[in-house]
């Protein structure tokens, strides 16, 4: 796993990390340690991170589904939208899709349509 490291000066240190941020929300990418980690379980990393809403989309359109099972039900979808985004709007509606209880392909396919409409929306939070 990649982790950018901030290699400046101290007095660059407070300001550099602001500065980089910022950047990186510009490019619609996160750091990689804001980055959303999708797992099957505690403790069973699929492999798969996303450090933007794009990226987001995709891989939960090929992920092991247990991950959105898991992901989903644990309030961590909505979590990580709501807080590392800052999509509230977003975050409510997956939110939402949890109170549907559902499951495998219809689970995936809900979730899909949901986000593939807000990451097509003009002005939609990519990070």
């Not at 240190?13 to 950047?23: I, L, P, S, V």
């Not at 099957?40 to 995709?58: H, I, M, P, R, W």
Request: proline share 1%; no cysteine; net charge positive.
């Amino acid at each position: 796993m990649h982790l950018e490291k901030n290699f400046s000066s101290d007095y660059d240190a407070g300001h550099g990390d602001e500065r980089r941020r910022k950047e990186k929300r510009k490019e619609g990418k996160l750091l990689q340690e804001k980055a959303f980690y999708f797992f099957t379980s505690v403790g069973n990393y699929t492999g798969e991170n996303a450090a933007s809403l794009e990226e987001f989309v995709k891989i939960t359109r090929k992920v092991d589904i247990k991950s959105l099972e898991f992901h989903l039900y644990r309030g961590d979808f909505e979590r990580w939208i709501a807080e590392t985004l800052g999509d509230k709007e977003l975050a409510e509606e997956i939110k939402d899709l949890k109170r549907q209880n559902l499951v495998g392909n219809d689970l995936r396919n809900k979730l899909s349509l949901i986000l593939s409409k807000r990451h097509k929306r003009p002005g939609a939070h990519s990070a």
